[in-house]
């Protein structure tokens, strides 16, 4: 069974940071995950992805602002969010799968309960 738990959604204004946090437990090691995100009566769009050899891709509409990165040790997923902008608000899900390399959300098996983020302007 995979649980992915995901936090650190929040209020901001824009032009401010989030940093995003997914705990992948046992699984991480052997799979690629993802950040997704949900607009109201949209369907859910990648964000950036990470496998565990390193290789990232990131949406090109956060591209310079967005960082996904990895803690390795406590096997957990960050994404870290600058100069935010309103139209960054949304519902933010961690995902993970056995190995692909991916924004489509169709290549994701395993989700998180999802993170609201609110950006102000």
């Known amino acids: 069974q995979v649980e992915l738990v995901d936090s650190g959604g929040g209020s901001v204004q824009g032009g401010g940071s989030l940093r995003l946090s997914c705990d992948a437990g046992?699984?991480?090691?052997?799979?690629?995950m993802g950040w997704f995100r949900q607009f109201p009566g949209k369907e859910r769009e990648g964000v950036a992805a990470?496998?565990?050899?390193?290789?990232?891709t990131y949406a090109d509409s956060v591209k310079g602002r967005f960082t996904i990165s990895r803690d390795s040790a406590k096997n957990s997923l960050f994404l870290q969010m600058n100069s935010l902008k309103p139209e960054d608000t949304a519902m933010y899900y961690c995902?993970?799968?056995?190995?692909?390399?991916?924004?489509?959300?169709?290549?994701?098996?395993?989700w998180g309960q999802g993170t609201q983020v609110t950006v102000s302007s």
């Open positions: 046992r699984t991480y090691s052997h799979a690629c």
């Open positions: 990470m496998c565990s050899v390193g290789r990232t």
């Open positions: 995902a993970a799968n056995g190995g692909l390399l991916s924004l489509d959300r169709v290549a994701y098996a395993y």
